[in-house]
């Protein structure tokens, strides 16, 4: 997911909300916004894709949605679907490079989202940090 302050996955942080796209996260929150809120959001993606502050409060309410955690719990149950139709197949090293498939992309985006969390925590920290400063010098 590109809602996370990391370059880790291959693209840079809220691209997706830059490039308009409606990811599972961006529509798990939705569902779960009031009407102001969800406007905003949708303004945002429309007309504001490109402001790094409005983008920046977009990811900061999927995260405080749930639309991260919601989407990691799909993730999990897609893998295990696909553990189970992989174990009803015949072993051979065809399905074993897939299941290893399977639970290298798991163990990895497990690992990658701990490590974009905390740094997401911080930059939006600094952000608002450095928003405060610049405001007092105003």
Do not use: W
């Not at 139709?85 to 701990?114: F, G, H, P, Q, W």
């Amino acid at each position: 997911f590109d809602y996370n302050n990391d370059n880790s996955i291959g693209k840079p942080t809220g691209i997706d909300i830059k490039e308009q796209k409606m990811t599972l996260p961006l529509i798990y929150t939705l569902s779960k916004l009031d009407k102001k809120q969800k406007k905003f959001i949708i303004n945002t993606v429309k007309n504001h894709n490109t402001n790094p502050q409005r983008v920046a409060q977009v990811i900061e309410m999927v995260h405080q949605s749930g639309g991260i955690k919601y989407t990691i719990e799909k993730m999990k149950e897609y893998q295990q679907k696909a553990l189970s139709i992989l174990k009803e197949m015949e072993e051979n090293e065809a399905r074993n490079s897939l299941e290893d498939l399977v639970n290298y992309v798991k163990a990895t985006y497990i690992y990658i989202c701990i490590r974009c969390y905390k740094k997401l925590i911080h930059y939006i920290v600094s952000t608002a940090l450095v928003s405060t400063t610049m405001t007092s010098f105003i």
